[in-house]
């Protein structure tokens, strides 16, 4: 897939236009669904736009050699949602107390989210619903982790943070959403 | 729990309209339409400016050249060449004394932005010509 991309970059950069809408194409259902879940629907076409333009502009300065093209877009729609959420004097991704986060690393993965739970979830739509309450750090996490089949690793260069962070992040957000599962059943 | 869970939330994407990505794809074209229009009459209005510059540069330079002397250590060298041959050095030294080496590089300069110019003004306008 990573390699698609360079190929799709590279023949973009030697004059083949055909080659940048082919990521275009690719990559605006992820962005537009990683965008929709901070912004809401109103502003989530401009900014995707805007993110494709930035790769446009800065196409040149992609290094392959630091991150995958993937980690690289990812990053530049992170950063533009942060930009038009602090315009609109919004916080989004701040720090979360890295106590808090440590917390339910003990806890096997079968008891975070049992299977009453995921029978749930399977109702897309109180699924969006629970995770645009979650905290927008652990809502990231797992946008990423289970819809753009991000590793971990690749999560912490976007979100800069480290691998430890981050998968106290994915832990803890699903025990959060477990939380969150049980209380609208009541 | 992981592939559960990867089901869950791929069943759970939002979409765009389908429109969407060519309304991108027709937003960096114009972008680049109007960048490439400026590249193009920026490269063209240096190419006409450095052209003038370099013909100014040309005509200040020869007369230059006259006002150093430089032609006439120049003539020395076919009329006398016994002297040079003994003097080499000083006459070498007199020579590269009278060049006038700021309006040299300042028409070097010209002509080399004319050179870029135009060549980048060109590729604009074969890239139009072949877009269209």
């Known amino acids: 897939m990573e390699n698609d991309d360079e190929y799709l970059i590279k023949e973009y950069l030697d004059g083949n236009q055909n080659s940048f809408k082919l990521l275009v194409e690719k990559y605006t259902p992820s962005i537009y669904n990683f965008s929709i879940r901070f912004v809401g629907g109103d502003y989530v076409n401009d900014i995707v736009q805007d993110v494709f333009i930035k790769v446009w502009k800065n196409i040149k300065k992609f290094d392959n050699k630091k991150s995958g093209f993937k980690t690289w877009i990812f990053t530049i729609t992170r950063n533009t949602i942060t930009d038009y959420l602090r315009k609109k004097k919004m916080v989004l991704f701040s720090s979360l107390d890295e106590d808090e986060v440590s917390f339910g690393d003990n806890i096997k993965d079968e008891i975070i989210l049992p299977d009453e739970a995921l029978i749930k979830l399977q109702d897309k739509e109180l699924l969006n619903k629970l995770l645009d309450d979650l905290h927008a750090n652990y809502r990231e996490v797992l946008i990423l982790y289970y819809q753009e089949e991000m590793t971990f690793s690749e999560i912490g260069k976007l979100i800069d943070k480290p691998l430890n962070t981050v998968k106290s992040y994915h832990r803890r957000a699903l025990i959060k959403l477990r939380e969150l599962v049980k209380k609208d059943e009541f | ?132």
């Open chain 2, 1 to 132: 729990m992981e592939q559960n869970l990867q089901k869950l939330f791929k069943n759970a994407t939002y979409s765009p309209e389908g429109r969407l990505s060519g309304d991108i794809w027709n937003a960096i074209e114009y972008k680049n339409a109007q960048i490439t229009k400026w590249k193009r009459f920026g490269y063209l209005g240096a190419s006409v400016l450095s052209l003038f510059g370099s013909a100014f540069s040309i005509k200040s330079l020869i007369a230059e050249f006259s006002r150093l002397g430089f032609y006439d250590y120049l003539s020395l060298a076919f009329s006398d060449s016994g002297v040079i041959a003994t003097y080499w050095k000083e006459y070498t030294l007199s020579l590269v004394d009278s060049l006038p080496i700021a309006s040299l590089a300042v028409l070097f300069f010209l002509l080399f932005v004319l050179f870029i110019s135009i060549r980048r003004a060109s590729y604009q306008f074969k890239n139009r010509l072949l877009i269209s």
